[in-house]
Structures are given as C-alpha cells and as structure tokens.
C-alpha cells in the first residue's frame, strides 16, 4: 500500500507538470490497475443517513497520477464515485488534510447542504471556505451568513471583495452605479471573476469544491461530479451534488434542520445580487430569477466556458483577504 505522503507527492507533481500525450499502452496500463479497486457502495446518502465504510478506492494508491492524464483520472473518478459522503470524504482524504482542498460557497442551499454534511463528517475544520462578496448581496444574505458563521464554529471562512474595495459606496463611487446594467461582463469580472481568481491564487488548491447541480440546467445541464477547472488544466472543480435534484436538496434541508437564507421562503428559488435578483413562481425554473434586465444572461461567469475576453483591466491596489 502507498502512503498518504507519497500519494499526495504525485498528485502535486501532477499539478505542476503540464499535461502531456501518453502513450495509449503506459495510460491504459495505469487506469487498469486503478479501476482494480471499485467503490462498491453507490447507496444515496441524500437524506442524511451516517457515513458508510469507505469503500476499496479510498485505500489503494490515488487516483490522481502523473502517469495519466488529469482527463482520464476525472472520468474515472466520475465513474466510481456517485454518493455525496463518499466524494467528501474521497476528496478529504486526499487533499483536504494537506491544504489543497478549499470550498466555494455562496450559502445557497446547496452549498448549505455540502456545509452541514461536512460537518456531519468532521471534514469542515480542515477544508478552507471562501465566499465571494460582490458588495450587492441582500441585507438578509449578510445576516444569515453571520447566523451560519456561529452555527459553524469550526468553518475558516474567507471573504474576497472586489479588489481594493470594502463596500458598496466606494464601488459605486470608482465603477458608477450601473455598470452591473452598461457592462455586464465587466462588472461580473471586478465582482465575481477576479476575486475568485485571487482566492484560488491565494489559496492554491488542488481542487475547488462548488454547489452546482445539473438541474439547473443551461450550461450545467452535463454537469460531472468531477471535471478539469477550464480555466487551469492542473486543478479540478468536485461538484458533490452535480446528480441532485432541486427538490432532494430542500429534502434534506428540512429533514436535517440546516438553516437557509430566509429569501427563499419569499419566493427567490436562487438568490445573487440584489439588483438583478427577483422571486418566481413556484414551478419556474430555479434560476429564472435570476439577472433580471440582462437578456440571455444565465451565467455570472465563474464556471461559464463561454465568458468573453475582458476589454480593459482594472488597476485597484490590492486588497488582503479578510477572515472572518
């Protein structure tokens, strides 16, 4: 069996090296000998039973090599790994004891799913959670994230706010207030794009933990547990629930008694800034109140493979990271 240490030691090397052609014998040799160790367990976990056994694949050499391409480990991964606590704790042990696992949230409700059940787990403690501050969220967005603050006394949160600003006052007064409305792309880049780049900059994972799911449809309508971040082909993103629904979410808020942002019991299914955030009918689609007066709109930018080249660039000083 291989050490933990020298699993980690490849995986980082993997992270570092540019990915290269393999030899179709050398990557299918490699990818025999770890689809050796299947995860028996594919029972849902989604509605808050205990932690299972883990299953052979936490036990044998990491998945992640330097002799396969980071492509064909991430199919494999996304074929052997379906249950929520099963991916957590995979992802945990492989990297979350080392630093190179950190979690991006934005509080919504299924990021307060993966929140709370990796409390449950015992994993919050050693995962880094960065948040995203655009300056624009709801007055009740930032109360309730100072209820999750002390309901989770064990979660390292991070805040990253537009580069150099602290408050919305001091954006509208460098940007203008509309800019979310004259240069949609351009105010999601200082709000939403850069800060997350200087927190993954900042925190250099390995991998990044979301809350997308599939059924959210447009761009994430294939949505994989696992995938190569687009935007660094050396890191990874792990959508825990990738394969949940919108109602197997809310199934498990209400049986495990996990807070959520009062918003939603005012109609807003998703909630972003307060400018372009409406509620909707209760069978509307989940994001369709969401970037209200920017027609065609259904991204922010952070995962959209199609986010358009930035004209100019901003020139704030830089801001530290605030914990919080």
């Not at 992270?15 to 990557?27: F, H």
């Not at 028996?40 to 808050?48: I, S």
């Amino acid at each position: 069996m291989v050490s933990a240490d020298t699993e980690l030691a490849s995986f980082n090397a993997a992270r570092v090296a540019p990915l290269r052609s393999e030899s179709p014998t050398s990557a299918a040799t490699e990818l025999a000998r770890i689809t050796e160790d299947k995860v028996n367990n594919a029972d849902n976990n989604r509605t808050g039973a205990a932690a299972l056994p883990a299953p052979p694949l936490f036990e044998e050499p990491c998945s992640f090599s330097s002799d396969v391409p980071l492509a064909e480990t991430v199919e494999h991964l996304n074929s052997n790994l379906k249950d929520l606590d099963d991916v957590l704790t995979w992802a945990h042990k492989r990297l979350g004891s080392e630093g190179k696992l950190v979690q991006v949230t934005s509080f919504g409700a299924s990021g307060m799913v993966i929140l709370h059940r990796m409390m449950e787990l015992g994993l919050l403690g050693d995962i880094p959670t960065a948040s995203l501050d655009t300056l624009h969220l709801f007055p009740e967005t930032y109360d309730f994230i100072e209820r999750v603050k002390e309901k989770y006394p064990s979660m390292s949160l991070r805040r990253y706010t537009p580069r150099g600003l602290d408050a919305r006052a001091a954006f509208v007064e460098s940007h203008g207030e509309d800019l979310w409305r004259s240069n949609p792309d351009e105010y999601d880049h200082l709000v939403k794009v850069e800060p997350l780049q200087r927190a993954l900059d900042e925190l250099n994972p390995s991998a990044w933990i979301t809350g997308r799911r599939g059924t959210q449809g447009s761009e994430r309508a294939e949505l994989p547990i696992f995938e190569v971040d687009h935007d660094d082909p050396t890191r990874v993103k792990i959508n825990p629930l990738a394969h949940w629904s919108y109602d197997e979410v809310w199934e498990y808020i209400r049986k495990n008694d996990i807070p959520y942002n009062p918003l939603h019991d005012r109609g807003y299914k998703s909630i972003g800034d307060v400018q372009t955030t409406r509620p909707v009918a209760r069978d509307a689609d989940e994001r369709s109140g969401r970037f209200l007066g920017l027609e065609g709109k259904t991204e922010c930018g952070l995962h959209s493979r199609n986010r358009p080249k930035r004209k100019k660039k901003n020139k704030k000083d830089f801001k530290r990271t605030e914990t919080v």
